[in-house]
């Protein structure tokens, strides 16, 4: 199973960008999705899920209001589109899945992983 995540780039402040993560894997439905991303020097944290109907839906406090997480649980993908950008959302962002047990936000509960996409965000 492969998730491949695209979408990051270079924005000014303010500016909006839109993440999208695909997968081959034929269960996807059946997966809690999740965004998380990772700064330099910094540890990897929890920015957004979605649970496998995608009705359910959570965000980190420093994104709520800005980002949303929507799935297509035909089209296999999951996506987040980010407004209101700012500096500090500056970081690698990984899209995660799990295939076990409830939702989560600790990264070390998803046992699938994109590669990352880069998002820089200048002032």
């Known amino acids: 199973v492969q998730l491949q995540a695209s979408g990051g780039g270079l924005v000014q402040a303010g500016g909006s960008l839109r993440l999208s993560c695909a997968t081959s894997?034929?269960?996807?439905?059946?997966?809690?999705m999740a965004w998380f991303r990772q700064a330099p020097g910094k540890e990897r944290e929890f920015v957004a899920l979605?649970?496998?109907?995608?009705?359910?839906?959570d965000y980190a406090d420093s994104v709520k209001g800005r980002f949303t997480i929507s799935r297509d649980n035909v089209g296999n993908t999951v996506d987040l589109k980010m407004n209101s950008l700012k500096p500090e959302d500056t970081a690698v962002y990984y899209c995660?899945?799990?295939?076990?047990?409830?939702?989560?936000?600790?990264?070390?509960?998803?046992?699938?992983w994109g590669q990352g996409t880069q998002v820089t965000v200048s002032s």
């Open positions: 995660a899945g799990k295939s076990n047990g409830g939702y989560s936000y600790r990264s070390t509960d998803y046992n699938y």
């Open positions: 894997g034929r269960t996807f439905a059946n997966w809690h």
């Open positions: 979605s649970t496998q109907s995608g009705v359910s839906t």
